[in-house]
Structures are given as C-alpha cells and as structure tokens.
C-alpha cells in the first residue's frame, strides 16, 4: 500500500485505489484457479462414464482392466484439439493413416490377455502409447514397436513416465526377437495373416491376440494360444482395425 504522509484525503483515496485492485487480483487469481480444477474433474468424469457405460456395461469384468482404464488419462495420448472427443465410444485418428481404439477394444484387448500382472508383453503397433500405458500399469514389462518413425518420435516422451516400457521403431511384423520369448502378446493393426515370428516368439502356454483380415469389417479378432507347441485359435469378435504397415524392400 502506498502512504503520503499529511495529505489525508490522498492518502484515503490511495488506500481505496489500493483496495479495489487488490480486491480485482484476487478475484483474478480465485477464478483463475476454480477454472483449473473443473479441467482434472472433467476428464475424471468423462472417464468414470466412459468406463462404466461403454466398457463395464458391455460384459468387461477383469478387475485390474476397469481400474487401469479408469487411472489411465485417455486424453493425454491425443493432440488437445481432441482431448473432449477422447472418451467417446469410438477411435480417433493420430496421423499417419493411423488411430487410438475405441475405449471398449482396448479393454476388451487387454481383458482376454488373462493378465496376472507378472508377465513379459509385446505389443505391436505402439500408436498413440494408451494401449502401452495400460498394459504398463497391469503388468511386469512391456515391448511395444512401431514402424512408422514420426509416431515413434512423438510417442516416446509420453511413456517416459513407464519405467518398465521400452520402445523401438522397426517392422513388427518380426516381432522383437532379441526379447522373446514373450507371455503374451497383443498387435493392435491387422495383417492379412497371423505372422509366424510372432507365433514362434510366443512362449509355451502364452496368449496373442491379434486382429486378422483385408481392410473394412471383414477382419476377426483372434485369442491365440499356444499349448505344447500347438496353436488354438479362439474367435473374440468381428472387429475394423488399420492394416499393419510393413516395411517397404
């Protein structure tokens, strides 16, 4: 507060002053701070409702699975001009022809790996990172790869916050052999077939599931698994995914 010593009606004018514009910095900054906190409460809601109308509502029980899917910020793995669409019941595109789940495949994904919470994972087709931080959240370690090096770039400072996820940026088709054998292991783009080194990769006993098909609604989700060397395949449900993208030779 300003003083002016014997002037006393300047100095009561002053203190007015002084009052009205602390009075307006503080308004200021209590708005400014309520107008924060509804952001985090916001995407907190959106995905409580997601959870419970589109993922629990639709048959997913696996307890770990609905608490990851409620801890994990959805919207944090999207550009921020999307972050009000990313609890919709629905993908959404990241470029490069590529997109984040529906909310419902990612749990339904991750629910029929039969996670414990010790085992090894690869996944295929790292994308936006959301399918890495959940499965990161369940279990033990997580190998995720993607192809396509601008996605790579732009995904790796997002999954810094996991310890126990590494990434590399190479076809997946090849799975990633230098880690193998794997406990389970999830591919989140369709090929036309189910790509032996990724079966050869699987260990005995362990589970895959992976999107099969051409491009459109002709692809089925499949639950792989593999018992005394031999492969059972178990349809989950039709299913759209992207292709998986190969490396061009």
């Known amino acids: 507060m300003i003083l002016i010593k014997n002037k006393s009606s ?12 602390l009075s307006i910095l503080l308004v200021f900054f209590m708005s400014s701070c309520k107008s924060q906190l509804p952001v985090k409460d916001k995407y907190e809601s959106m995905r409580a409702q997601m959870v ?4 629990v509502v639709r048959g997913i029980g696996d307890k770990k ?4 899917m409620l801890k994990v910020p959805r919207h944090l793995f999207l550009n921020k001009d999307q972050w009000d669409y990313a609890y919709d019941d629905s993908p959404l595109p990241i470029g490069e022809g590529q997109t984040i789940s529906q909310p419902y495949i990612v749990a339904l994904m991750t629910e029929n790996l039969k996670l414990s919470g010790n ?35 732009g995904v790796k400072s997002k999954l810094l916050q996991y310890p126990n996820v590494m990434i590399s940026n190479h076809d997946g088709y090849y799975g990633w052999e230098e880690f193998a054998p794997f406990d389970r292991i999830i591919v989140t783009a369709a090929p036309d ?3 032996q080194p990724l079966v050869t990769q699987l260990k005995d006993g362990g589970i895959m599931i992976i999107p099969v098909g051409p491009p459109g609604w002709n692809q089925i989700l499949w639950k792989v698994t ?3 060397g031999n492969i059972i395949t178990e349809k989950i449900t039709d299913v759209m995914f992207v292709p998986l993208t190969r490396e061009i030779k």
């Open 10 to 21: 300047k100095y009561f004018l002053i203190q007015r002053i002084s009052i009205i514009i």
């Open 119 to 153: 085992e090894k994972v690869l996944e295929i087709g790292t994308g936006s990172g959301y399918q890495a931080a959940i499965l990161a959240e369940i279990v033990k370690d997580v190998y995720t790869v993607e192809i396509i090096t601008s996605l790579y770039e």
């Open 193 to 195: 077939h189910i790509p």
């Open 52 to 55: 419970k109308e589109q993922i």
């Open 65 to 68: 699975v609905i608490e990851t």
């Open 226 to 228: 593999k018992e005394n």
